[in-house]
């Protein structure tokens, strides 16, 4: 799949050809905590989108995070978040939808135990996922939901492009419970590490991305590093300069110091075009710039790369809540959109997506997470309800 289609700001120009009938399977991860009831949402939209423009889409369950962990230990096997089958079934698919993985049931601190977290690095690092893009816009009809005074986030519409496979996350890392003095009282103790490294080539892809990006949208790249302390982060300021000034000229560029990101995400959200950084840096700032709309449960997420893509919600498995059929879909939904706009080159049908949720929402619609003092009880949805009404407007 080529990776400059998914940066275009605002809808997607394509149209649809209803007459030709095409079918594209989707590997559907429903993983744990409330990510069972959600998906059920995404695939009822999906249904309707297929009715209404002539495909079909095919989704096949897969095991992934807690989920897979508990299903392949009771089968007898090596305990996995990502067992083999569920791999080999993403890369069949035309497109991956994910909704959540982890839970307190799986947390640990033994090294050795299997975590649902890792089912999700694992799939992005086979896949060939190297960048993420998280789209950040505010939904008028939540605008008075963020914790920002409505004139700081007045034009907020940032794309933010993360690097995906490597960093912390993916470096080398050892624990030792009998390194020399390590104990507060010079005796014997635990020391750890994690390696935080990036070649060439990684940086200069997401580089790219974010520069194509910005050229889609408002020409500004706000690139994050520490590179006052950190000599990755020096490497990474150099190569995104070189990258800029030979291929990309035409686009302007900031560096930000992390902290300072952090700061002006809060201060200044609305000059913010694309924010490109590094894996942990990125996961970070992504969930701080999502609270800026007022809620996670609204914000989507595509991760992309060499071949098939994957979709997932930004929020997490709200395992509080699972089971209760209060948890928000919208942003399972709104990653059915960017897989359509994305994966299927299907930009009408991602428009009456967007439209039906902008719809339910202007109409007063609200899940709980969403909903305030104001919001009248009768409008104040279930998961499955609210999935409804969104297909209702289709």
Not at 15 to 32: A, E, Q, R
Not at 186 to 199: F, S, V, W
Request: charged share 25%; hydrophobic share 40%; glycine share 10%.
């Amino acid at each position: 799949m080529p990776l400059d289609n998914p940066f275009a700001a605002g809808p997607s120009s394509g149209s649809w050809d209803c007459n030709v009938k095409k079918t594209y399977k989707i590997c559907t991860l429903p993983g744990d905590g409330i990510g069972p009831e959600i998906i059920a949402e995404g695939k009822k939209v999906l249904a309707a989108v297929g009715k209404r423009f002539g495909v079909e889409f095919i989704c096949e369950d897969a095991l992934i995070g807690g989920a897979a962990i508990d299903a392949t230990r009771a089968a007898g096997e090596n305990p996995t978040a990502l067992p083999d089958a569920t791999l080999d079934a993403a890369r069949g698919a035309d497109a991956v939808l994910l909704a959540s993985v982890g839970g307190p049931k799986w947390d640990t601190t033994d090294p050795t135990a299997p975590r649902p977290e890792q089912g999700l690095l694992k799939i992005r690092k086979e896949l060939g996922l190297y960048t993420n893009l998280r789209p950040v816009q505010i939904f008028a009809a939540l605008a008075g939901a963020s914790t920002l005074r409505p004139e700081v986030i007045d034009g907020v519409d940032m794309m933010i492009v993360r690097e995906l496979t490597g960093g912390l996350y993916f470096g080398r890392r050892e624990r030792f419970y009998d390194e020399p003095g390590a104990s507060s009282d010079g005796k014997p103790g635990q020391r750890a590490y994690d390696t935080l490294e990036y070649r060439e080539y990684e940086i200069e892809r997401i580089a790219r991305q974010a520069f194509d990006a910005a050229r889609k949208r408002r020409g500004k790249v706000s690139s994050v590093d520490k590179a006052n302390v950190l000599e990755t982060s020096r490497m990474w300021r150099e190569i995104v300069h070189r990258i800029h000034d030979e291929e990309y000229a035409d686009v302007e560029l900031e560096d930000v110091l992390v902290d300072n990101a952090a700061m002006q995400l809060i201060n200044r959200p609305a000059t913010f075009d694309v924010v490109v950084t590094e894996n942990m840096f990125g996961d970070i700032l992504s969930d701080e710039a999502a609270q800026i709309t007022g809620s996670l449960g609204m914000l989507a997420s595509a991760s992309l790369g060499d071949g098939v893509a994957l979709y997932e919600p930004s929020h997490g498995s709200a395992p509080d809540i699972a089971g209760q059929g209060i948890a928000n879909p919208l942003a399972q939904i709104l990653s059915v959109e960017m897989m359509l706009r994305y994966s299927f080159d299907m930009g009408d049908a991602a428009d009456a997506v967007r439209a039906a949720v902008t719809a339910v929402l202007d109409a007063g619609l609200r899940t709980r997470d969403i909903a305030d003092a104001s919001t009248p009880p009768e409008c104040v949805l279930g998961t499955a309800a609210m999935g409804d009404a969104v297909v209702a407007r289709l």
